[in-house]
């Protein structure tokens, strides 16, 4: 059952921090996984394919290269769980329960959890049969329009290269591999064809943020909205795409979505205006 957690946490002292912690809170994270479940934290670090879950950077510290957090303030963390056995690790990880996390070296304390779209609109869950409701029920009305927000870089790679732009077969690509990598639902490898072939961009509002990686590499990625259209009607194909564009809440969208990139979720025709903002520096997520 895919879920998505957003964290309220607060810096024990003032202090200067690095602008981009999400390293440091991927590992925190995996050293509470290891903490319940050491052989599957192992698997997790050492797979080099899809992992079974997304770890944000922290929201608030405003995509500067150092900031000085206050520890007054509230600051979030969104992880997302993509299978069971993690989703059951997480549910001791209350504010109760947590000790303080440790982000280079400075300690960070747990004040909330939010796991549903009442307390937080990044937070939430649903199966994987929901999800793959388009397809298993067959609806009358699918849509032929999908709006992502971009809400951290999203970028991809392909042959060897970063490749910062949300092209169609790379968005629905990714997420295709990521689906049935976590799903017993399995879609066709087709799916990627289509969207290559019969999505277009439609529109859309981006721009390219800088974010660091390891050793201080600088990785582009673009963040904003962008929509897609299907210009082919068939409709097994669009329930495909329609499952994927729901699921990239929980998955995230293109390569370092354990390291804050790829924060996307799908929006409704009634959230763009609201979301028009989006994100200004590639930081934080509005709720």
């Known amino acids: 059952m895919p879920q998505a957690i957003v964290f309220t946490l607060r810096p024990l002292t003032t202090a200067q921090v690095a602008g981009n912690l999400s390293r440091a809170a991927h590992a925190a994270i995996l050293r509470l996984i290891q903490q319940a479940d050491p052989a599957l934290a192992a698997r997790i670090h050492d797979d080099n394919g899809r992992k079974p879950l997304t770890v944000s950077n922290i929201w608030g510290l405003a995509g500067e290269p150092k900031v000085i957090v206050d520890p007054a303030r509230d600051y979030h963390l969104r992880v997302t769980l993509l299978s069971a056995e993690l ?13 303080p996390l440790d982000l280079d070296g400075l300690a960070w304390r747990i004040t909330a959890r939010a796991d549903n779209s009442a307390e937080h609109s990044w937070a939430g869950r649903a199966t994987y049969q929901e999800l793959a409701q388009p397809l298993l029920s067959r609806p009358n009305q699918l849509p032929s329009v999908w709006t992502f927000q971009l809400a951290s870089p999203t970028t991809f790679r392909q042959r060897g290269l970063n490749v910062p732009l949300p092209l169609p077969d790379l968005v629905f690509g990714s997420l295709l591999e990521q689906w049935n990598a976590s799903s017993e639902l399995a879609l066709p ?7 290559a072939e019969c999505l277009a961009i439609n529109r859309y509002d981006l721009r390219s943020v800088a974010s660091p990686t390891s050793g201080g590499v600088i990785q582009i990625g673009a963040v904003g909205r962008c929509s897609f259209r299907a210009i082919n009607p068939d409709r097994y194909w669009r329930a495909c795409i329609d499952v994927l564009a729901r699921f990239a809440f929980f998955s995230g969208i293109g390569a370092g979505t354990t390291r804050g990139f790829g924060q996307a979720r799908l929006l409704t025709k009634t959230d763009q205006p609201r979301q028009r903002e989006a994100v200004d520096n590639g930081d934080t997520l509005s709720d």
């Not at 989703?87 to 000790?99: F, K, V």
């Not at 490898?189 to 969207?195: K, L, S, Y």
């Open 87 to 99: 989703e059951q690790i997480a549910t001791d990880w209350t504010p109760a329960a947590l000790a």
């Open 189 to 195: 490898d087709e799916v990627r064809r289509f969207a």
